[in-house]
């Protein structure tokens, strides 16, 4: 059975310019998750997702946001993107919203220059 | 003050070595607590999560909870050099924090040959 998927593995972009990263959760999984992992800073949670609705938002500003299709699989969004927002972005979704055994990817690397 | 404090390390052990994580926490509403390996790289996979105070074990890994004193360990029995990786403790509460794990920083682990 495939584990959790995302996409790109990395990406580089612009100050200012907006990233769109991918995740497709485990089949059967309801709920995916958002962590950023910057460096010195340990992962940090951004964005919960489950039945296609948010359900919670970490302490990140509006330009980060996201959306759950009808499949489950997520899209996150970084607008304005700042240098500051270099790290790894990782995926992680659950059975339902037992966020206790929750599968992450492998992550995207988001480099800002 | 961060909610979950976890000493970075590195630790470094010879192969066999018991080794001993741990992690310190403030926030009393967590109710679960999960211990999650991340080699380079990669993303964390998750090796086990307990609820309430108490031991848990799953082969040569213990999980051990006081909530008492807000502290939780992770025991590696008869370490190998494979358990090389960073592990993450995380936790959960229910409320609005509901799908947030909060993790600590990782602490580096070596086990060498």
């Known amino acids: 059975e495939a584990g959790v998927t995302q996409s790109p593995t990395h990406l580089i972009k612009t100050r200012g310019q907006q990233a769109t990263l991918r995740c497709s959760p485990i089949s059967g999984h309801t709920s995916v998750y958002w962590y950023q992992q910057a460096l010195g800073l340990g992962l940090q949670f951004l964005l919960w997702y489950d039945e296609g609705e948010e359900r919670n938002r970490g302490n990140f500003p509006p330009r980060f946001s996201g959306r759950q299709f009808p499949n489950y699989s997520s899209e996150l969004n970084v607008n304005a993107l700042e240098l500051e927002d270099s790290a790894l972005y990782l995926c992680?979704?659950?059975?339902?919203?037992?966020?206790?055994?929750?599968?992450f990817g492998q992550g995207t690397r988001l480099t800002v220059v | 003050q961060k909610e979950v404090e976890q000493d970075p390390g590195p630790l470094s052990v010879p192969e066999g070595a018991i080794v001993s994580l741990n992690c310190t926490y403030s926030n009393s509403a967590f109710q679960y607590f999960m211990w999650y390996r991340q080699y380079s790289r990669k993303g964390p996979e998750l090796l086990m999560y307990?609820?309430?105070?108490g031991n848990k074990e799953d082969g040569r890994f213990t999980a051990q909870v006081d909530k008492s004193s807000k502290y939780i360990s992770l025991f590696i029995r008869d370490s190998q050099p494979s358990d090389s990786a960073t592990y993450l403790c995380a936790m959960t509460a229910g409320g609005t924090s509901y799908g947030k794990l909060t993790f600590g920083q990782g602490t580096i682990l070596t086990v060498h040959p």
């Open positions: 992680a979704s659950s059975l339902g919203m037992m966020n206790t055994e929750a599968f």
């Open positions: 307990t609820y309430s105070s």
